[in-house]
């Protein structure tokens, strides 16, 4: 079993930088790869960046690629999301997810077995 927190979201204007955390309990943080998703208000959640258990591998949406950066500390338990020259368009709540996939899969949903319970991220114009 592992339990998710996010937090570091918020509200930032257009261009600025946001830093979310996913810290993970459980003793098996490492065996898992991580995920970030979003949704936004009348939408459907949808995929931002995934890491693979080692770190070695990531895979991020286009509309993030180059602005966004996923990490992970094994050490600490906890995932990471840099946010950079963030758009209003990015504005969702984000969720962080663990799962036991690999590779470009980690683009679903379906290969995720935890979430947290998400973060407000608002991107003002």
């Known amino acids: 079993q592992v339990q998710l927190v996010e937090s570091g979201g918020g509200l930032v204007q257009a261009g600025g930088s946001l830093r979310l955390s996913c810290a993970a309990s459980?003793?098996?943080?490492?065996?898992?790869?991580m995920g970030w998703f979003r949704q936004a208000p009348g939408k459907e959640r949808e995929f931002v960046a995934t890491?693979?258990?080692?770190?070695?591998?990531?895979y991020y949406a286009d509309s993030v690629k180059g602005r966004f950066t996923i990490s992970r500390d094994n050490t600490k338990n906890t995932a990471y999301l840099q946010m950079n020259s963030l758009k209003p368009e990015d504005t969702a709540v984000y969720y962080c997810?663990?799962?036991?996939?690999?590779?470009?899969?980690?683009?679903?949903?379906?290969?995720?077995?935890?979430w947290g319970q998400g973060t407000q991220v608002t991107v003002s114009s």
């Open positions: 890491i693979s258990w080692s770190g070695g591998s990531t």
């Open positions: 997810a663990a799962g036991g996939g690999i590779g470009i899969a980690l683009m679903t949903r379906s290969q995720y077995d935890y």
């Open positions: 459980g003793r098996t943080f490492s065996s898992y790869a």
